[in-house]
């Protein structure tokens, strides 16, 4: 079945692209260029939405299965910044790197050299027959140093619950299995499933 992704993050559409490697995964940019779509929602599920539901109505109507993520990281002490902020935490348009720094500048500025942190992922499915959202989190601690080179986003400073190791550093399938994206995909499954069933 053809899944539109309403995204064109590198790092998101390789670990979607890998998780349905039945399904012809395509980033909507290469079927109706880049797209300025506003997330002004208050949580992951509603921004979710909001990026499937813009995408979906400029597709032909019919076949088309659009799937967004909308994702971020949490860390409690920081009164749970950047959370829904996560892509955008030191300004409009700031680079992976920018806010991965505006992170531990704000961990030093409280004394902290790691704090307990979570990603949470939601995943909206929009498709002829309705809307589905569901949602992963992954728990583990963020610190001041940055390390490996591996995954994106905010991964050189996140370890894992249960690891030593940072994102950056460990093999990507280990992401794979345990990220917040692949649970809520895994949850994801059974309704894409069900919706190839109907436009097989
Ligand atoms: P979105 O594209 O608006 O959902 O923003 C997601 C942002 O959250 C990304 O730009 C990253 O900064 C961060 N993020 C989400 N998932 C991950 C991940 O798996 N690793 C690292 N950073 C992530």
Redesign the pocket.
Known sequence: MKIILA?S?R??VR?IADLFSEDEVTPYSELIGPMHIV?NGSD?AA??LI?ARSVFSKLPKGGAVVLS?????SVPLLNHE?G?F????AGEGAS?RE??EKLVENLKARGLQEAPAY?T?AIAVVSPEGEYVVHGW?HGRVIDTPRGEG?????PI?IPEGYDQT?GELDPAI?RTI???AKALELAKPIIGMLRSLHA
């Open positions: 995204t993050n790092g998101k670990e997330e992951f921004n979710a990026k993520d909308d994702s971020g990281i950047p829904i996560s892509a955008r935490y992976d806010n991965l990603y992922a992954m995954g994106f986003g905010y991964d996140f994102l992401k990220s917040h994206r």
